[in-house]
């Protein structure tokens, strides 16, 4: 199950922030959000868009509608909706490894099947590669069990 990570719970445990999972459940959805937006949000309604699953452009369409009806009562406005990701667009929904994230995993010494990663894993990976930070790396990679630091 997609879920908030265990270190963004210990760095942030008043979820000020904008946790992962619903970063890419943003982009899946073609949402954008300000973090202002998600900390006008109640507790309540913040934990129901980390748990509303997209699994489908249907549900994405409604985690939209949702996420606008939130902000609607949150009076932030209105929310204009962007083309969500696709895989010829983002590296973390191609079914297989792209080159760049076969280069960092390389580089930064990370060990793990592709094919073994689910979509939420997946962008963990492209996130940090991304990020290109090894602190973030070594919290990604101990949160994924598909993927391993390799011992220098």
Not at 91 to 101: R, Y
Request: some cysteine; charged content about 25%; overall charge negative.
């Amino acid at each position: 199950m997609e879920q908030v990570l265990t270190f963004e719970r210990t760095i942030d445990p008043q979820h000020h922030f904008i946790p992962l999972v619903v970063r890419m459940k943003l982009d899946l959805a073609g949402a954008r959000i300000h973090l202002a937006d998600w900390q006008a949000l109640a507790d309540e309604d913040r934990r129901f868009l980390v748990d509303l699953e997209i699994t489908d452009p249907a549900q994405g369409r409604h985690y939209f509608n949702a996420l606008r009806e939130l902000l609607a009562a949150a009076n932030r406005g209105t929310m204009e909706q962007f083309d969500p990701v696709t895989e010829s667009a983002t590296d973390w929904l191609k079914e297989t490894e792209p080159k760049p994230i076969t280069l960092f995993k390389a580089r930064a010494g990370i060990h793990g099947d592709w094919q073994a990663l689910t979509r939420f894993q997946r962008y963990l990976l492209c996130h940090a590669a991304h990020k290109d930070d090894v602190t973030l790396n070594q919290r990604i990679v101990a949160e994924i069990p598909a993927l391993e630091l390799l011992q220098s």
